[in-house]
C-alpha cells in the first residue's frame, strides 16, 4: 500500500505540543514583554552555554547574523572571503552586503569544503575563511584553522544548520571568531518564524555585534555606532528555550535515524550516503538533513514520489558558483558533479521506524526491480 511520508510535516511542529506552545505565547504576551526582555537574555544564555561560546545574541535571522558579525568584524571593499559552492546562497549573500568578495571553492570527499581548494584560492585580497557546517556536520577544522593561521586570515563559521554538532568535542560555531545559528522552522532547533542567533567568544566583538543588532544601542542602552533593527523577539525565545531543554533528545533520534538508513541502504552501490552516526569518530553530526548522492537521481526522486515519499534537492541543485547571473565564473567540477547526483530523503523526528522501513524498500525497489 502506498503511504503518504511528506518531506517535512511542518503543521506537526505546531501541533504535537500546540497546548505547551499556547500557554508560552500567553505567558508573554500577558507579561507585556515583547522585545528585548528577560525570555531573550535567558535564552542568548542557554545558548550560549549548550554550545559552549562566552557569548550569544539573537537575532532576526542567520543571515542577517552573518552580515551583522561580517559588519563588526570590519570588512573592506574588494576583501576576499572563500566559502564553500555547497551552501547556501545566504552564506554568499552575507559577504557581499558586507562589502566583501564571496570566494566559492570546490567539495572534498565529506561533501563539506575542500581544504586544499582553500588554500589554492588564497589570493593577496584574501582575509578570511568562512566555512558552512552544512547537514549538521562540521567541517575539518584543524585544516582550517591551520590554513588561516599561515596566512593570517580570520575564520567565521556559517553555523546554520549546525547547532549540537560537534569536532573533536567541540561545538560547531565556537571555532572562529564568530558564527551564525538558524532557527528557521525545519532546523534541528527551530521556532515559528524567521529567528537566527550569533555565537562569539571575544566580548568586543560581543558588544559590536550586540550593538548594530539593537540600532548601536550597547548593552546599557548607550548609543555606540551606527546600527540596525535585527533582534529575536520574545516569543520566539521563549519557544526556544522551551525546545532547547529536550534538544538532545531530538538530536540522538535524528542519530538513530540516520544509522537506520545506513543499515538499509549501505550495501547499494548506487548510492553514497553521508558518514553514519559514530562515537568515536572526530565528528558528532546532528544530521540537519540526510543528503547522498545517487545514480540516476531524477528517477529516484520521481520513483520515490510515486510511492507517496517526499525527497528534497537542496536549493533547486544550484551551486554558489552556478549563480552566473551574480557574476560567479568558477569551474568546479567536484561540486558540479554532486549537484547532479544529490537528493535529500526525509529527516527528522516526525517519521517513524516503519516510514523509514517504508522508504529504504522503495529506495531498494527502486534500484533492484
Ligand atoms: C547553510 C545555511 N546558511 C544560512 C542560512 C540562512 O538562515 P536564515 O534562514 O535563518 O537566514 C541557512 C538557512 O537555511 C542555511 O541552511
Redesign the pocket.
Known amino acids: 500500500m502506498t503511504k503518504h511520508i511528506p518531506f517535512f510535516e511542518y503543521p506537526r511542529l505546531w501541533l504535537d505540543d500546540r497546548e505547551e506552545f499556547l500557554s508560552i505565547i500567553d505567558n508573554i504576551s500577558t507579561s507585556g514583554g515583547f522585545i528585548l526582555q528577560k525570555a531573550v537574555s535567558d535564552f542568548e544564555l542557554e545558548l550560549a552555554n549548550y554550545a559552549g561560546s562566552k557569548y550569544a545574541v539573537g537575532v532576526g ?6 552580515e551583522i558579525f561580517l559588519e563588526a568584524i570590519g570588512i573592506n571593499p574588494g576583501d576576499e572571503i572563500i566559502i564553500s559552492s555547497h ?2 546562497l ?2 554568499a549573500s552575507s559577504i557581499k552586503v558586507a562589502g566583501g568578495v564571496p570566494i566559492p571553492v570546490d567539495i572534498g570527499e565529506d561533501n563539506l569544503i575542500n581544504v586544499q581548494a582553500i588554500e589554492d584560492a588564497i589570493t593577496p585580497n584574501t582575509v578570511g575563511i568562512m566555512p ?1 557546517q ?1 547537514n549538521g556536520r562540521v567541517c575539518d577544522m584543524d585544516s582550517i584553522l591551520a590554513i588561516a593561521e599561515r596566512h593570517g586570515l580570520f575564520v567565521v563559521e ?1 553555523a ?2 549546525a547547532l549540537g554538532a560537534k569536532y573533536k568535542g567541540q561545538h560547531a560555531g565556537t571555532f572562529g571568531l564568530a558564527s ?1 545559528i ?3 522552522p525545519a ?1 534541528v532547533l527551530g521556532c515559528f518564524g ?3 542567533g550569533v555565537l562569539v567568544n571575544d566580548k568586543a566583538l560581543y558588544h559590536q555585534i550586540f550593538q548594530i543588532h539593537d540600532h548601536g544601542r550597547d548593552t546599557d542602552g548607550e548609543v555606540r555606532r551606527w546600527g540596525r533593527n535585527s533582534r529575536l523577539d520574545n516569543v520566539q525565545a521563549a519557544i526556544l528555550s522551551y525546545k532547547l531543554n529536550t534538544y538532545d533528545k531530538v538530536i540522538a533520534r535524528r542519530r538513530e535515524v540516520a544509522q537506520m538508513y545506513q543499515d538499509r541502504l549501505g550495501l547499494l552501490n548506487e548510492l553514497q550516503l553521508p558518514a553514519p552516526p559514530s562515537e568515536t569518530s572526530d565528528n558528532f553530526d546532528v544530521y ?1 538533513n540526510y543528503e547522498l548522492t545517487a545514480d540516476n537521481r531524477d528517477e529516484l526522486k520521481d520513483f520515490l514520489g510515486q510511492k507517496g515519499i517526499g525527497t528534497l534537492i537542496q536549493w533547486g541543485g544550484t551551486a554558489i558558483h552556478q549563480f552566473t547571473q551574480l557574476g560567479f565564473n568558477q569551474v568546479l567540477p567536484d561540486t558540479e558533479r554532486f549537484f547532479e547526483r544529490c537528493i535529500m530523503l526525509p529527516m527528522n523526528v516526525f517519521i517513524s521506524d516503519t516510514d523509514i522501513d517504508y522508504i529504504c524498500d522503495s529506495v531498494t525497489e527502486f534500484y533492484r526491480k
Do not use: E, H, I, V
Not at 535571522?61 to 552573518?66: F, I, K, L, V
Open positions: 535571522n542567520a543571515t542577517d547574523g552573518m551552501t547556501m545566504a552564506t558552512t552544512l556559517d546554520a544548520q551564525d538558524s532557527f528557521f532546523k524567521d529567528a537566527g540537519q
